[in-house]
Nanobody, 119 residues
Framework: QVQLVESGGGLVQPGGSLRLSCAAS????????KGWYRQAPGKERELVAT???????GYADSVKGRFTISRDDAKNLMFLQMNSLKPEDTAVYYC?????????????WGQGTQVTVSA
């Protein structure tokens, strides 16, 4: 089993910054991809950013140039640096781990951390 715990959310003014962290523990495969998703009230969960074990990254168009995803595999950590935050970034942010283990791909999710961007 894999456990993911997010931290770093909170209330920030428009234009401000936050750094989210995701700590992973348990049976983590070396073949995996990690990502951040978010879900705003009344909306579906959407992909924000992804990063592979090789370090390749991908971003939603809405956050390109403002958000940066990174990972520290030695400590089983993943981060999302969010700059120039906008009110529309308000959502619950979830970290995701997709890994290949035992011949199958499996998805794991954290419990989420609230990010509120408001004046």
């Amino acid at each position: 089993q894999v456990q993911l715990v997010e931290s770093g959310g909170g209330l920030v003014q428009p234009g401000g910054s936050l750094r989210l962290s995701c700590a992973a523990s348990g049976s983590i495969s070396s073949i995996n991809a990690k990502g951040w998703y978010r879900q705003a009230p009344g909306k579906e969960r959407e992909l924000v950013a992804t990063i592979t074990t090789g370090g390749s990254t991908g971003y939603a168009d809405s956050v390109k140039g403002r958000f940066t995803i990174s990972r520290d595999d030695a400590k089983n950590l993943m981060f999302l640096q969010m700059n120039s935050l906008k009110p529309e970034d308000t959502a619950v942010y979830y970290c995701n781990l997709r890994q290949f283990r035992g011949g199958i791909w499996s998805d794991y999710w954290g419990q989420g951390t609230q990010v509120t961007v408001s004046a």
